[in-house]
Structures are given as C-alpha cells and as structure tokens.
C-alpha cells in the first residue's frame, strides 16, 4: 500500500542517505567536525560513539530539526537544506529522549500522529493495528502512556516513528536506559522492521548494540567519524585473537614477541601489553610462553580473547571507557573530560 509518498530519486547508487563535509558547531564547541558517509537501501547503519561524540546532532540535522551550517545531506534522495518536507515526509524518527504525550493513550497516540501527517482515516486504522500487533501492546491499547513501563513507552515511540511507513527510520540511542532483556528485545524489533524493507539509522554509546544490530558501524568520537565498516570487519582488522600479558619486564617482552612473524601489532595497557595475533592464539600461546621464559621473563598473567567492539574502539580511539553505570551485560563508552 502506497501513502501517495514520493520516492527520492538516489544519486548514488543504492544509496538512501548521503552525507558529505557535514560541520556543526553550538558557538564555540565544534559537535560536527567534517563528517562524509553513505547509508545503503536497506541498511541497518549505527553511529557508535561515546556521550558527546555528536551523534545525536548528526542525526538531528539529518531529520531537518537542526539547520544545516556547512556541508550537505541527502535523505531518500531529497536534500536536507532544500526539500526539508520532501525529507519529512520520507522518514520516521525515534527520539533519544521520551515524547510521549502522558495523558494519551497508546492508539490515541498513534492515530494522532496519523492525522498529522494526513493519513486516510482506513489507511491509519489499518497501520495502528498492524503496528500495535508489531510492538506487542495488543493488551495495552487503552492505556494512557503514563502507565506504561519504560520498554512498552520505547516500543510505542517505535511504533509512532513508523506509522507513515518511512523509507528511512532514525533511532536515537534507541534502548538508552532499559533493562537488558527489554533491549534485547527492541533489537528483534528492529531486525523486523529492517527486514520489511526500512533502513534503519541508528545511534549508540552501547557497544553490544551497535555488534549486534549493525550491517555497518561508523565509530565516531570528537565530532569525527574515526572508522566504519561491517562489525566483523572491524573485529578481524585486530587479528584473530588477543593475548593479554603481565610479565615482569613488559617492555621487554613487547620486544621479543614483535619479531614473530605472526604478531600483528601490540598495544601497551597500564599493567601489561596486548598481543594481537593473526592465527590461532590457542597454539600459539605456549610458543610464545617459551620464547619469554628463555628471555628471562616471568609471565604474572595471561588471557586469551576474541576481539570485541570494545577493542577495535580503544584500537581506533586509543581510550577506553566503560560505563560503570550501565546494566550488566552491556559494555558502554563513556567520554572523559576532555584534557
Ligand atoms: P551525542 O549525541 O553523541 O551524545 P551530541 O550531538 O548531543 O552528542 O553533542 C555533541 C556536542 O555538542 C557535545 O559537546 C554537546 O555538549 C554539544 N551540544 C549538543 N547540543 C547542544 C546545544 N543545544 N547547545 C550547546 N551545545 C550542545
Ligand atoms: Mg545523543
């Protein structure tokens, strides 16, 4: 079914969002620093940065609520500084934060946007049933959104965001707050949702999320994008396996083990170094006890892993930040002060 929306004419090739030398500033504090990317038809794409990274401004200017100031951007095939409505009317949004109106009740909610945006009066029914069924509020309908917990509030604004049947839909930091099993389940929806045929723009500070959704991932940090590409791309551009060592003299043993043909590269930590090897470390582990012991250095510790999205954004950033306030199971980036 067709909602009378024009569909943009792409200019790239498969390409549903472009984004080229995009910069934005808030008076002094640069939050967009000449950013360049390309979203595919189809994609789920995520922006993984840290709290301040400028992920939601990226994502603001890109659904027309922040101006452009420098660069340009295309959205289903409509620019962004001159076909505003065109872009309005191809694009749901979920925002960060909850706008849900509290004295609504879930269809109200739904059925007012609708209107809102014009939809025939069957064409909207027919969309609040499909969605309410999608999101699982089947039992909450009546509900006044107050009432609602956390995920069945998420859940709506999703809903919401994807009543107009967009070509795109923008997700701001989309389980931001919510319990472990409430996101896991937001993901489902969004594979659905993408699966159906939206492209899915998402922002993170959660490195499972951006894993575990992404078809691609732009790490972003300081207002710059610092590298993109699929996850496991990203994870197998480390090695194949991580060794981290304590030793007695870890400068020392930094030393012997770069002279193997296959170490890749070693980074230091405060109380040890990271091996990042490109075969089995399984096997190459006692090789490389030996090689240490024979050079006179004791071994205090050691762990083998798989590299994860925490290592490639310490790999990219050269920080590392965890959020000690996030929900177990969850690994977050969280920015420091800036020095
Ligand atoms: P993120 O969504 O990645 O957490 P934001 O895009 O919200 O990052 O913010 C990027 C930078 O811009 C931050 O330094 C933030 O403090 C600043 N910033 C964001 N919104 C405003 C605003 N309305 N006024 C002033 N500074 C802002
Ligand atoms: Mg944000």
Same mark, same amino acid.
């Given at each position: 079914m067709s909602l009378g929306k024009g569909i943009g004419v792409l /200019?790239?090739?498969? $390409?549903?969002i472009e984004v080229n030398d995009l910069e934005y500033s808030f008076g002094d504090v640069k939050? !967009?620093?000449n950013i360049s990317f390309t979203v595919q038809e189809g994609e789920i794409f995520s922006f993984l940065g =840290?709290?301040?990274?400028g992920k939601s401004t990226v994502i603001n200017i890109l659904t027309t609520l922040l101006m452009i100031q420098k660069g340009t951007a295309k959205v289903a095939g409509y620019d !962004?500084? *001159?076909?505003p409505e065109k872009v309005r009317e191809s694009i749901g949004i979920v925002f960060q934060e909850l706008t849900l109106d509290?004295?609504? /009740?879930v269809r109200e909610i739904l059925e007012y946007h609708g209107r809102l945006y014009s939809m025939p009066k069957t064409a909207r029914q027919e969309r609040i049933e499909e969605l309410i069924k999608l999101v699982e509020l089947e039992g909450k309908?009546?509900?006044? /959104?107050?009432?609602?917990s956390g995920g069945m509030k998420r859940r709506l604004e999703i809903a919401r965001g994807l009543m107009t049947r967009p070509k795109v839909l923008f997700m701001d930091e =989309? /389980?931001?707050?919510?319990d472990p099993q409430t996101r896991i389940r937001i993901w489902e929806y969004v594979k659905d949702i993408n699966q159906q045929g939206t492209t899915i723009f998402l922002t993170t500070h959660y490195m499972d999320e951006a894993d575990q959704l992404s078809d691609r991932i732009s790490i972003i940090d300081h207002g710059e994008i610092i590298v993109t590409g699929k996850p496991w791309e990203l994870k197998n551009a480390l090695g194949q396996d991580l060794i981290y060592l304590e030793s007695s003299d870890n400068a020392a043993a930094s030393g012997l083990l *770069?002279?193997? $043909? $296959? !170490?890749k590269g070693i980074r230091e930590k405060s109380k040890g170094i990271v091996v990042m090897v490109n075969v089995d470390g399984t096997y190459l582990l006692p090789e490389i006890m030996d090689l240490l012991r024979n050079g006179g250095i004791r071994v205090k510790a050691v762990n083998l892993k798989k590299p994860s999205m925490d290592d490639v954004f310490v790999h990219y950033t050269g920080r590392e930040f965890r959020?000690?306030?996030?929900? *177990?199971g969850s690994v977050a980036i969280v920015r420091a002060g800036r020095r």
């Open positions: /200019t790239l090739e498969g $390409s549903i939050a !967009v620093d =840290p709290n301040g990274a !962004v500084e *001159k076909e509290r004295d609504m /009740t309908r009546d509900t006044l /959104t107050r009432h609602l =989309p /389980t931001l707050g919510l *770069k002279g193997l $043909s $296959s !170490v959020d000690e306030g996030a929900e *177990k």
